[in-house]
C-alpha cells in the first residue's frame, strides 16, 4: 500500500495502482469503524463522474458494511451535495468518491463525520487501523440502500437566492459535477445560461477542471465575450470551488470574490469576522476593515478552514483557491454552486457589473497560484530552509509556509498538502516592484533545486 495516499484532508492516488479493490475496503473498514466507534451507523456515500468511481465506491461500501455501517447511496453528485446529503438525511457520517481537479487517473475519498471533514491526525488514525487490522467485527453486516439526493439538492440551491435583475451568465463546468446540477439551478433563479462543457466526463476531454488556473479558463473568457454576458462562472471537478469571470472577459480570482461577498455578509453582521487564507491579497484584508469586519489570516486547507470557521463564529470563510463557506443563511461548507448564486444576487442586486465591483476593491499586482515541482520527501523540509533564510531579515507569518513581507509587497512559499508541488504566490503595489520580489525568491528556491 502506498501510504503517501492519506494526505492532510483526504485519501488520493492513482486509481490505477495506489487504489486496488483491497486498499479500498480496508479504507471502508477502517472509516466505517471511526464512525462506529464514534457512536454513528449510518453512512452516505456519493461519488462523482469519473471512469474509476464506481468500483471504488462499490469496493468502499463493501468495507463499510463489512464493520456494521449501513450505507445510502445518495448518487453521482458534487461533492456539496454529498455534505448537503449528511445534513438533510441526518446521517452519521458521510464519504464522497471523487478526484476533484486532479487528472482522471487519479481517484480519492473525501470523509465526514456529521458535517465536519476529517483531516490530518484522523486520516493518519485511519492508515493506523488499516496497518493493525484493528477494525470492527458486528455480528452482522450493515445494510445499502439507495437515496439519491440531487433533485432534493437542487431545490434546496433554487430556494435560497432571488436576484432582484436578470443577468446572463456562462457557466463552465469543465465536464465535471456542476454540468448536471448548476444550469438548471440558475435557470429557476431567473438567469440566462449559456452552457459550457456541463455534459459529464470524467475524462474531462475539453481542459482540466480547475478554475485556478488560467489556461483553464480561457474557453469561460471567449464565451463570456462573445455572446456579451454579464459574468462567467468556472467551477472545479466536484464543484465545491469557484472562478468567475467579469463581462471584460477579466478573471475574478477567489480572494476577489471572497471580498465583495464579504461586503454583502458585513452589511448583514457589522463587526463579525472573515476568516480567508494565506496565499490571499492584501486587498482583500484592506476591504474587509474598510466595510467594517474583523480579518482573520488561516492555514490553507478546505477542512482547516471549516474548522477554523466555526472556531471564530465567522459567518463566511474562503481560500484564494475558490473554496469558500458560509454559515449565513448556509451550512458552513464549501459549495461552489451556492457561491456562484450568491455571487450572482449580489452583482444583480448592486446595480452595478461585476468587474466595476471588483475594480473598487484595492488593487494590488499579483500573480496566480503558481505551481513547482517538488518531491513530497522533501518539500517540506523545503519550505522550512526558505522560512529560516528570509525569517532572518523579514517578518515571516509561518501558519502555513512562510508569506514573508517585504514592506510593499509579500511572497509566499508552502508545500501543497495535495500534490508533490510548491504553490508559490507574489504580490506588490507595482510589477517592477512584484518581479523584484520574485526574483528573490526564485533565485533561493532554485539554491533547493526547485525551478520554474
Not at 486547507?301 to 471549516?306: D, F, P, T
Request: glycine share 10%.
Amino acid at each position: 500500500m502506498n501510504r503517501r495516499i492519506f494526505r492532510e484532508y483526504d485519501v488520493r492516488g492513482l486509481h490505477a495502482i495506489d487504489l486496488t479493490d483491497t486498499v479500498v475496503t480496508d479504507l471502508g473498514r477502517a472509516f466505517g469503524t471511526l464512525v462506529r466507534r464514534k457512536g454513528g451507523k449510518t453512512v452516505a456515500l456519493g461519488r462523482d463522474f469519473r471512469p474509476s468511481s464506481p468500483r471504488l465506491a462499490a469496493a468502499c461500501e463493501a468495507g463499510l458494511r463489512e464493520v456494521g455501517c449501513d450505507v445510502l447511496r445518495v448518487g453521482v453528485l458534487p461533492t456539496p451535495g454529498l455534505y448537503w446529503s449528511i445534513v438533510a438525511l441526518q446521517t452519521d457520517a458521510g464519504l464522497q468518491v471523487t478526484g476533484s481537479h486532479n487528472p482522471s487517473e487519479y481517484n480519492g475519498f473525501k470523509m465526514n463525520l456529521g458535517p465536519a471533514s476529517i483531516y490530518g491526525e484522523a486520516i493518519q488514525g485511519l492508515l493506523r487501523a488499516i496497518d493493525a487490522k484493528d477494525f470492527e467485527k458486528p455480528a452482522t453486516p450493515g445494510l445499502a440502500t439507495d437515496h439519491p439526493t440531487e433533485a432534493a439538492y437542487m431545490d434546496m440551491l433554487a430556494a435560497k437566492v432571488a436576484p432582484k435583475r436578470k443577468l446572463k451568465v456562462v457557466l463552465d463546468a469543465g465536464n465535471g459535477c456542476a454540468g448536471p446540477v448548476a444550469p438548471g439551478v440558475f435557470r429557476r433563479v431567473g438567469a440566462e445560461v449559456i452552457e459550457l462543457f456541463t455534459e459529464p466526463d470524467g475524462t474531462y476531454p475539453n481542459h482540466q477542471p480547475d478554475p485556478t488556473v488560467e489556461a483553464n479558463m480561457q474557453d469561460l473568457i471567449r464565451a463570456v465575450r462573445e455572446h456579451k454576458a454579464d459574468l462567467g462562472i468556472g467551477y472545479d471537478g466536484d464543484a465545491d470551488r469557484v472562478g468567475a469571470v467579469d463581462e471584460r472577459g477579466r478573471i475574478v480570482w477567489g480572494d476577489q470574490i471572497l471580498a465583495l461577498l464579504s461586503r454583502e455578509v458585513l452589511a448583514k453582521y457589522p463587526g463579525a469576522p472573515i476568516v480567508f487564507d494565506v496565499k490571499c491579497s492584501q486587498g482583500l484584508e484592506e476591504d474587509i476593515v474598510a466595510h467594517g469586519g474583523r480579518p482573520i489570516m488561516a492555514r490553507t486547507g478546505h477542512s482547516v478552514m471549516k474548522a477554523r470557521m466555526r472556531e471564530e463564529k465567522a459567518p463566511l470563510a474562503g481560500e484564494l483557491s475558490g473554496h469558500i463557506f458560509f454559515q449565513d443563511d448556509f451550512f458552513g461548507f464549501d459549495d461552489a454552486i451556492y457561491v456562484s448564486l450568491r455571487l450572482l444576487r449580489y452583482v444583480a442586486d448592486s446595480g452595478k457589473s461585476l468587474g466595476a465591483l471588483v475594480d473598487s476593491v484595492p488593487q494590488y499586482v499579483a500573480t496566480p497560484e503558481i505551481r513547482l515541482d517538488a518531491d513530497d520527501d522533501t518539500k517540506f523540509a523545503i519550505v522550512d530552509r526558505v522560512r529560516d533564510h528570509f525569517a532572518k531579515d523579514h517578518e515571516v507569518i509561518a501558519i502555513d509556509g512562510a508569506r514573508v513581507k517585504f514592506g510593499d509587497g509579500w511572497a509566499l512559499v508552502r508545500a501543497s498538502n495535495t500534490q508533490p508541488v510548491l504553490v508559490v504566490r507574489f504580490e506588490a503595489k507595482s510589477g517592477e516592484r512584484l518581479e523584484e520580489i520574485r526574483a528573490t525568491v526564485m533565485d533561493v528556491l532554485a539554491g533547493e533545486g526547485v525551478t520554474g
